[in-house]
Nanobody
Framework: QVQLVESGGGLVQAGGSLRLSCAAS????????MGWFRQAPGKEREFVAA????????NYADSVKGRFTISRDNAKSTVYLQMNSLKLEDTAVYYC?????????????????WGQGTQVTVSS
């Protein structure tokens, strides 16, 4: 199994920045493609960003493109989500995901492993 633990969430003003971290343990981290998803109150979970095993490929939802950056440090078994220019609509619980298939983490369907999530609240 793979265990994922998110951290770095909190309260931030609109226009501000926040960096989320997801620490992985268990199976070899570098074997897994990683992604970030979020779920706002009353809404379904949605894709945010994905990164391939070696960090060569990345994908972003249109809503965050140009503002968010996903990265990974395989030596530290950690994936990051740098969030800049935060908007009120970015408020959500953010979840880290891992899967052996890149296409799975790029769309969120049938992801093998999920973290428990970290709350991000953007205020005016």
């Amino acid at each position: 199994q793979v265990q994922l633990v998110e951290s770095g969430g909190g309260l931030v003003q609109a226009g501000g920045s926040l960096r989320l971290s997801c620490a992985a343990s268990g199976r070899t981290f570098s074997n897994y493609h990683m992604g970030w998803f979020r779920q706002a109150p009353g809404k379904e979970r949605e894709f945010v960003a994905a990164i391939s095993r070696a960090g060569v490929s990345t994908n972003y939802a249109d809503s965050v493109k140009g503002r968010f950056t996903i990265s990974r440090d395989n030596a530290k078994s950690t994936v990051y989500l740098q969030m800049n220019s935060l908007k009120l609509e970015d408020t959500a619980v953010y979840y880290c995901a891992a899967d052996p298939s890149y296409t799975v983490v790029a769309n969120g369907n049938k992801v093998h492993y999920w973290g428990q999530g970290t709350q991000v609240t953007v205020s005016s």
